[in-house]
């Protein structure tokens, strides 16, 4: 009995402290929560106000509705229209101060005078934020000067095929002629001189040594716009006959090692038939595209002999694949947004060369255009160890000749010389100021 009570009164002396515990623990949350500051809704989930001003300002400026009223003058009706779309534009309990200054250009001369001042309360209070927005005026204009390729080195000659006795495949919805102009007219501007080759007649001669229109020949880039077709000269069709057109690949492959050329093919796979519409007039490639004369697999490989000072040979097989979807690299990609060139950044690819022919002949890849996918390259710039390149878009027809330029451009990477405008009142500076009242 002893023991149960003496159990009993240490249970009952635990039990009063636990209370007296809870009880020293409420008093001490609600005296504290008495006393303390708790910070404002406000100051808890502030307003970005710069963020704010920055997006009301390019708002207003959406249609360079904003663009036109700051060039105008204090006494025009459309600073009232501002004054009325500014607030609208606020949450309510945002007061503002829009500041339009003058940019001035020169030596000795005020960089920024203000003209135009709208604000809807004397003071912003303590807390505020601003955000600028730089305007010009509608007769500005902005010119980009490219550089050329050679100007400040070798070559700069551009070769582009519009063999009007040829037709081409894998081109489909388009002309070898059609995409010829498109090419000048995208690329033209970056080479020192673009020569357009309006027949077979006029390659051969190229081929032979002998320009044009007193053109640098050596260095040149030569851009095939046949597709998986490629333009035969009489001369040269007279030689090899219809069971060896290969070999003509193969002197192709040599000539384009001997000047240094840039080959250029833009579509499908290259060197697959020859073309002469006079020579060739009633053959055609069995799908009715007539002037052509088929060399098959045994071209491409002839070609990069050449390119590699190999013996002749037309033997291999059908040495591309297809990977499928393939991307744009990321050099690509930066170069797309340079020089303002816009394809879809991915592609379809049943055409791409193996990454094994770089070893094979002496190749480097120099710029990618597309990430390899497996071991296939669906295009890219393969330059020899001593002289030559080749260019080759492996893609599904039909072609974008954005590609074909990206692909140039991303490899010889001329400048571009932004021209800078100093005639005064040709731009003005903005400056939103913002502050919050009210509320909590």
């Known amino acids: 009995m ?3 009570r003496i159990l009993g009164d240490w249970i009952m002396m635990r039990t009063i402290e636990i209370f007296l515990v809870i009880t020293i623990i409420t008093g001490a949350f609600i005296i504290s929560s008495f006393f303390a500051v708790l910070p404002s809704p406000r100051q808890v989930s502030p ?6 001003a920055i997006t009301t300002l390019q708002t207003l400026d959406i249609d360079h509705d904003l663009s036109e009223i700051v060039f105008k003058g204090e006494d025009d009706p459309a600073w009232n229209e501002l004054r009325v779309a500014l607030p609208a534009c606020l949450p309510p309990n945002i007061v503002f101060n829009l500041t339009v200054y003058e940019v001035g250009s020169g030596m000795g001369t005020k960089l920024y005078t203000p003209v135009m001042s709208i604000s809807n309360a004397e003071s912003l209070g303590v807390g505020s934020d601003a955000a600028s927005y730089l305007t010009a005026s509608s007769n500005v204009t902005f010119n980009v000067i490219p550089e050329r390729v050679g100007e400040h080195g070798v070559g700069g000659t551009l070769y582009i095929l519009n063999c009007s006795d040829t037709n081409g495949w894998w081109i489909t919805g388009y002309t070898s002629q ?3 102009m498109d090419l000048y007219n995208l690329l033209s501007p970056y080479f020192k001189i673009t ?3 309006q027949n077979t007649t006029q390659l051969g001669q190229i081929l032979d040594g002998n320009p044009l229109q007193d053109e640098t020949l050596q260095h040149a880039v030569v851009i095939n716009t046949l597709g998986e077709a490629v333009p035969i000269p009489e001369t040269y069709a007279d030689v090899y006959d219809q069971d060896s057109y290969a070999e003509y690949c193969y002197e192709l492959g040599k000539r384009v090692r001997q000047f240094n050329w840039t080959w250029v093919s833009i579509v499908g796979y290259p060197l697959y038939y020859v073309c002469n519409t006079d020579y060739f007039p009633d053959s055609h490639n069995t799908w009715g595209i007539y002037g052509m004369r088929h060399v098959g697999t045994g071209g491409l490989n002839a ?3 050449g390119l590699d000072d190999q013996p002749y040979s037309s033997s291999g097989g059908w040495i591309t694949g297809s990977p499928g979807v393939v991307y744009l690299s990321s050099d690509a990609v930066y170069y797309c947004n340079y020089y ?4 879809a950044s991915y592609q379809t690819a049943t055409r791409a060369l193996p990454s094994w022919i770089t070893d094979a002949y002496h190749l480097t890849v120099t710029t990618y255009i597309f990430d390899p996918v497996d071991g296939w390259i669906a295009g890219a ?3 020899h160890a001593t002289s030559g390149a080749l260019i080759a878009l492996g893609l599904t027809r039909s072609p974008d000749i954005r590609l074909t330029a990206l692909g140039l451009l991303s490899d010889y990477k001329p400048r571009l010389y932004r021209s800078e405008y100093t005639a005064s009142g040709t731009s003005r500076l903005l400056i939103l100021q913002l502050g919050q009242t009210g509320g909590l």
């Open 2 to 4: 002893e023991l149960r």
């Open 47 to 52: 307003l970005n106000l710069r963020r704010l």
């Open 178 to 180: 059609g995409l010829a």
């Open 195 to 197: 020569v357009l080759v």
């Open 303 to 305: 070609f990069l002999r």
């Open 340 to 343: 303002g060139v816009y394809p």
């Open 381 to 383: 710039v393969y330059r």
